[in-house]
């Protein structure tokens, strides 16, 4: 029973275009959404999250939407970069005792930015 | 402001041996999550603790447990090791546990059973 999912394994983007990264979620306790971006060998890293009380959430270049009547969300990266090329993770959460430190995550797309 | 330590970085185990693994916090916060990410389940909860007490549970088997000092450092031990823990082993910290203020990881022990 995967609660959240990203059905695209990959995505190839040129240098200086967007990136949207898309990610859906069955859970309607889920309130609470975050973006971690891994290199190999590495920790995830926090990036960017959103409340279920919002429908966008910006940081820089990377801008969180949250739809939820459709239970998705996205991550856009604009301007990409190469530096961005990495693994990026949708997780989510719900509020409540029984989720302490409990995050859920997605498969994981992985970016490719091409100079 | 050191990050999450997490030791050792790479492990290899025989089949039916016992693991444990060792995480030390951000100065400062008091709960502790583990993960365990392979290339077919992805990253699951394995379990969070808080002030030394175990609070969340994932759904892996009692083979897997963990504990926390009071200083908040944690470990994790795997007993009756199987060819499919072979994994990356992910430690989390928070100050409280709410998943709001964020987790941030370390950068894992790869374990590997032979």
């Known amino acids: 029973d995967q609660q959240v999912k990203q059905n695209s394994p990959s995505l190839s983007v040129q240098e200086g275009r967007i990136s949207i990264l898309n990610c859906d979620y069955t859970?309607?306790?889920?309130?609470?959404f975050l973006w971690y971006k891994k290199y190999p060998a590495e920790g995830p890293t926090f990036l960017i999250s959103i409340s279920s009380i919002k429908d966008k959430n910006e940081d820089g270049r990377f801008t969180v939407f949250l739809n939820k009547s459709a239970k998705h969300l996205s991550l856009h990266i604009v301007p990409s970069q190469p530096g961005d090329s990495a693994v990026y993770f949708c997780a989510a959460s719900a509020s409540g005792g029984t989720s302490y430190g409990k995050l859920t995550f997605g498969q994981g797309t992985i970016l490719t930015v091409h100079p | 402001k050191a990050g999450v330590t997490q030791t050792p970085r790479y492990l290899i185990k025989t089949r039916g041996q016992q693991v444990t693994l060792s995480c030390s916090p951000i100065?400062?916060?008091?709960?502790v999550s583990w993960y365990q990410q392979t290339p077919g389940q992805g990253l699951q909860f394995l379990f969070e603790?808080?002030?030394?007490?175990?609070?969340n549970k994932g759904n892996f088997p009692g083979r897997f447990s963990g504990r926390q000092f009071s200083n908040s450092r944690s470990e994790m031990n795997v007993s009756t090791l199987e060819l499919g823990d072979s994994a990356l082993y992910l430690c989390?910290?928070?100050?409280?546990?709410?998943?709001?203020?964020?987790?941030?990881f370390g950068s894992g022990t790869r374990l590997t059973v032979v």
């Open positions: 859970n309607s306790m889920f309130d609470y």
């Open positions: 100065s400062g916060h008091r709960s």
């Open positions: 603790y808080f002030s030394e007490t175990q609070r």
């Open positions: 989390a910290s928070s100050p409280s546990g709410d998943t709001t203020y964020g987790y941030t």
